[in-house]
């Protein structure tokens, strides 16, 4: 699926950032890059900035229309950082993701990117069949392009992750109640030793401590540490005797 | 909310980088940016990259410690791209965000980047309550820092959108970073001090403690509890002398 998902970058200015796209890309498994009429490329800022992505760079077409980038697509989705005329529906970038996924099971599917300086034109916008608008600061809205193709390309890997069936991850091996019982008794008992708890006045204070080893859920060993530990502190009161 | 959210840097090597993460932050709506020992700053280029950041940028304090950077933070989550050894709880950045979200309701709050080449050290990794990973292509999964900043902060900026439609509930008051190291330096002494703790084996074992303890996250009285049964373990061996 994510083998089908173009990245179509229209007349971008700065090399630096088709390698940094490319490098996102690469980062959340997404494979086609395709370039429109980019001002500069090949270059070597590209290259520098794709790191380990030069693969990926070196194999995207460069086209001289739009037409030619979206061949074969059956969806296409514009993106656009300012409210727009235009009547496609926006998404954000969640739903324009899983809308991604679910596109690209069946065909393939393009997510375009318009200039540094102005975006995409009217004319461009009306190609898609949505727009996409990543949330900003209203202040200061423009997104340099890489990040751009870094937030839209990890939203559409962790659609893919989430798409996939997956099995629970492995919980933590945390120590049993009954384990838990035997250190708080081992924990009073050291408390009165050290001289540090009034056996009559401490019920206050083991409920705190017993509130926070639940918070911190020890396992077997940690609770064994724990309780070597109060066993050297109460050694020294026995070798004091 | 958005304004207790510390994005801190350690040692990065491109000012480049430094740039491109204000500019990101700035997208996102956060301010506070801070500098752990950057190997070039100010720079040129950070600030080219920053683009309409440069206030944000030219504010960002430079500190020569993590220790410095994390002052007065309740919550610390620390970046990281592969798996650790440590026991630090992990949080997908989704989860990431909405913890960041609300616990800056209550406090300030960081989050950590380590350095281009090999992210952050155990040592500092073990500093954090929490850690969290961008999900990545298993074979190329190194983002930019730029990007993994613009990620981790978009994903900050929508759990702080969707805060705003659901009133957060109360707040446990934890202990600030700089009371954790007291007490993690009190606990050592103390642990030779009762002759449990050989202080040249003992590296596994305090971290192993620190972790639990971080999953914990005390609060100030409980801590004072703490460092209370210390001293007077501490106590009952300088009474034999």
Chains 1, 2 share one sequence.
């Not at 995409?120 to 423009?142: G, K, W």
């Not at 945390?174 to 540090?196: C, R, S, W």
């Not at 064994?224 to 009161?237: D, E, F, T, V």
Request: glycine share 6%; charged share 25%; hydrophobic share 40%.
């Amino acid at each position: 699926m994510l083998n089908r998902v173009r990245i179509v970058l229209v007349e971008t200015s700065h090399p630096g950032n088709i390698g940094a796209a490319a490098r996102a890309m690469n980062n959340m498994c997404l494979e086609q890059l395709v370039l429109v009429s980019p001002k500069h490329f090949p270059s070597e800022e590209a290259t520098a900035r794709a790191s380990g992505a030069d693969d990926l760079l070196a194999r995207a077409p460069v086209c001289d229309s739009l037409d030619a980038a979206l061949k074969g697509c059956r969806l296409i989705i514009g993106t656009s950082a300012r409210e727009r005329t235009v009547s496609s529906p926006l998404l954000n970038p969640r739903a324009c993701a899983a809308k991604i996924i679910e596109e690209s099971a069946v065909g393939e599917v393009a997510l375009v990117f318009g200039r540094e300086s102005s975006g995409l034109t009217n004319e461009e916008l009306d190609r898609c069949n949505f727009l996409v608008q990543i949330p900003t600061n209203s202040a200061y809205s423009s997104l340099n392009l890489g990040a751009a193709v870094q937030v839209l390309s990890y939203e559409i890997y962790l659609a893919w992750l989430e798409g996939r069936e997956t099995a629970p991850g492995p919980l933590r091996e945390v120590a049993t109640a009954e384990m838990m019982e035997g250190f708080h008794g081992h924990l009073a008992q050291a408390l009165e030793d050290i001289g540090f708890a009034n056996p009559r006045q401490s019920d206050k204070l083991l409920r705190r401590l017993r509130s926070l080893f639940h918070r911190a859920r020890p396992d077997v060993d940690e609770l064994n540490i724990l309780r070597g530990i109060l066993s050297a502190a109460q050694g020294r009161k026995s070798m004091r005797r």
